[in-house]
């Protein structure tokens, strides 16, 4: 037997969907503009002989190679990253064509989108934010119970999760401690220092407040640390999605798109 709850309310929906829209094309666009320099370094300058990521193309043997170096790790990324395209049509090129915004070399439009739809992002959030205060959903909704917090029931929860077995009933209804503890991460702590990193690359705002480049280490630390950031949320966006394969896609999509979610309401449900 099955019952259709609420579960996102209106304001949840429409911002989770602008999310969407805003990241992709951030993502994409942000990887266009790396591409004019793909290597990263810490502190205030680049030291051009020792990135500690970087993808080039490099020859190998008489023959042009893909090599993304992080560290001391050389990895051959050949037609993926740094040497990329169809075999015979291949290019020099941080990340591929395919995945970038425009997919040609562009760098004044990739900044174009980038600042527009980061804009878009952070008003965004910044409605989803002052909604969850408000109405609280925040406190409510997403901040862990004392139970919730104790080691042995996260560890609980990490195990079944890991086992693909998950919450039906009436604990189906609520997220569970690892949602919330995702969700929080990347809502007090990586979509914050995503906006403060990229405000330290901006000369205009490294002129109205210079302090911020230098809390963060630097403008190249700062490229660094906004790359790494934007990686961390494409990993959460992944396990996000696996989740939502994993838990009946068609439910899960009409739960963000209606607000409605089927639970088990059957003996097995509990």
């Known amino acids: ?5 609420k579960r996102h309310g209106r304001v949840t929906r429409l911002t989770h969907w602008a999310n969407v829209l805003a990241m992709l094309v951030l993502l994409t666009s942000g990887l266009q503009i790396f591409n004019a320099h793909p290597a ?10 020792s990135p500690w990521l970087s993808m080039s193309k490099q020859e190998i043997g008489g023959e042009p190679r893909g090599v993304t170096t992080i560290g001391a790790v050389r990895l051959d990324t050949t037609g993926v990253l740094g040497w990329s395209g169809a075999p015979g049509a291949r290019e020099q090129r941080g990340f591929p064509a395919w995945i970038t915004l425009p997919s040609y070399r562009d760098l004044a439009t990739g900044r174009q989108w980038h600042l527009f739809f980061a804009w878009v992002f952070v008003a965004n959030g910044l409605i989803y934010l002052a909604w969850s205060l408000i109405s609280g959903h925040l406190r ?3 901040w862990p119970t004392r139970d919730q917090l104790r080691p042995s029931h996260i560890l609980h929860e990490f195990v ?4 693909f077995r998950f919450p039906k ?3 189906a209804r609520r997220y569970n401690i690892l949602q919330k503890l995702a969700y929080l991460v990347v809502i007090l702590v990586l ?3 995503m906006l403060a990193t990229g405000l330290s690359m901006s000369p205009g705002f490294n002129a109205a407040a210079p302090w911020l480049v230098d809390l963060l280490g630097g403008r190249q630390s700062a490229r660094s640390l906004h790359f790494i950031s934007a990686l961390l949320i494409v990993g959460f966006v992944a396990v996000h999605l696996i989740m939502v394969l994993a838990t009946g896609p068609w439910n ?3 739960g963000m798109i209606t607000g409605r979610f089927a639970i088990d309401t059957g003996k097995d449900a509990a």
């Open 191 to 193: 979509l914050p220092l």
């Open 140 to 142: 409510r909704d997403l």
């Open 160 to 163: 079944t999760h890991a086992r």
């Open 169 to 171: 009933g009436d604990a």
């Open 1 to 5: 037997m099955r019952e259709l709850v």
């Open 40 to 49: 990263l370094y810490w502190g205030h300058a680049s030291t051009f002989a």
């Open 252 to 254: 899960q999509i009409r």
